[in-house]
């Protein structure tokens, strides 16, 4: 397969995959670790989503689904499945020293593993999934915080996650 064509596409599964598994687990709601509060309500004060916010602060602030992620498409380099697997397992001892509540990151690494896995029968590799993840990162922390934060409250919203300003 074209690298272009695997980044684009590897962007867009490791960016529906994050989101998704996130959103799901509740991170627009409330801020689950310290900092991600302060994130949000600083993201809201710049004309941002406060669960948009949230969202963003916690995986900035706690190893979710967008690190799972990551450390999925590193794992499965290094060591195929089993790879994807022991990343799950650090994403979890990350989670506990954050004392983050939930499990979103070590299900977006097992979700991702398995992505990986599947796609890898059509021609892309784990190493354009790395790329992929970390352009679907930076497009939600990097490029424009309260803009971003609007789309990820609304589909906050579509879950039923969505955050009540303080």
Known sequence: MNEVIGIIIATILCWLNFVIVDTYFGLPEQPGVKGA???GQDVEKRGGDIAGGFFQG???CSPDASAGTLM???GYLLLGIPGGILAALL???GNRLCADPGYAGTTGCLTATLIIFLTSFIGLTPEMFIVGMVIAIFIIMGIDQPRISVLLGKI???FNRHAESD
Do not use: M, P
């Open 156 to 158: 906050a919203e579509k």
């Open 37 to 39: 509060r302060i994130i």
């Open 58 to 60: 916690n995986i900035l």
């Open 91 to 93: 994403i979890l001892i």
């Open 72 to 74: 999925a498409s590193i």
